[in-house]
């Protein structure tokens, strides 16, 4: 049973333009949700989190935006770069635990 | 800072061969480690936990006897795949947490295992 799901498997965007990437939950007990960049054959790094306290948290070119009673959450990535091309994870966390949840990921190709 | 070590990066070996990885916290104590493996398009699978100097605690379906964990210190912890088969083959990742809220894990860079 898919707790984290990434539905689009992929999204293709042109530089400049904005990327959203969508996840969704159907665990009303995570609490901390957060999103990881990954390159093929690396680990995934960490990209930006939000706390179920907040409906939104902004670093910079990334901002994740959280609908808690829709339980859904996106990353906004304004203005898209070429660099930022990789799979977009998106994963949560249940108060207390240190466990990861993980959706099946999201490639993002931004075209120059 | 945060940054998690996996050694080796890649290693082939053959069915029924035993293969182990590490993985290091460089810069941090890591009081809680996780090993995960990633199939092809697939999201990562949570293998086990495991805490420093106790027994690692394994996900539902994962099998301990084969999958051998060992947290030794607050920065190493290694996975061992006993009797490896062909389906052993994937890529494992570790992740280390320093503990405390918010529970943040770094992850390592991955290890690409063959079995031949």
């Known amino acids: 049973d898919q707790q984290v799901k990434q539905n689009s498997p992929s999204l293709s965007v042109q530089e400049g333009r904005i990327s959203i990437l969508n996840c969704d939950y159907t665990?009303?007990?995570?609490?901390?949700f957060l999103w990881y960049k990954k390159y093929p054959a690396e680990g995934p790094t960490f990209l930006i989190s939000?706390?179920?306290?907040?409906d939104k948290n902004e670093d910079g070119r990334f901002t994740v935006f959280l609908n808690k009673s829709a339980k859904h959450l996106s990353l906004h990535i304004v203005p898209s770069q070429p660099g930022d091309s990789a799979v977009y994870f998106c994963a949560a966390q249940k108060g207390g635990s240190e466990k990861l949840v993980f959706g099946k990921g999201m490639k993002l190709t931004v075209n120059p | 800072g945060a940054v998690v070590s996996q050694h080796p990066s890649w290693v082939i070996c053959k069915s029924g061969t035993s293969v182990k990885i590490e993985c290091r916290s460089l810069?941090?104590?890591?009081?809680?480690m996780f090993w995960y493996r990633q199939f092809p398009k697939q999201s990562l699978m949570l293998m086990a936990t495991?805490?420093?100097?106790?027994?690692?605690?394994?996900e539902q379906g994962v099998e301990k006897d084969k999958f051998l964990i060992n947290h030794a210190s607050l920065t190493l912890s290694t996975l061992t795949v006993t009797s490896a088969h062909p389906e052993d083959s994937s890529f494992y990742i570790c992740?280390?947490?320093?503990?405390?809220?918010?529970?943040?894990?770094?992850f390592g860079p991955g290890t690409r295992l063959t079995v031949t």
């Open positions: 495991s805490n420093e100097g106790s027994k690692a605690t394994y």
């Open positions: 810069d941090f104590q890591a009081t809680t």
């Open positions: 939000i706390s179920s306290i907040k």
């Open positions: 992740s280390a947490s320093p503990g405390g809220l918010p529970y943040e894990q770094y």
């Open positions: 665990n009303s007990m995570f609490d901390y």
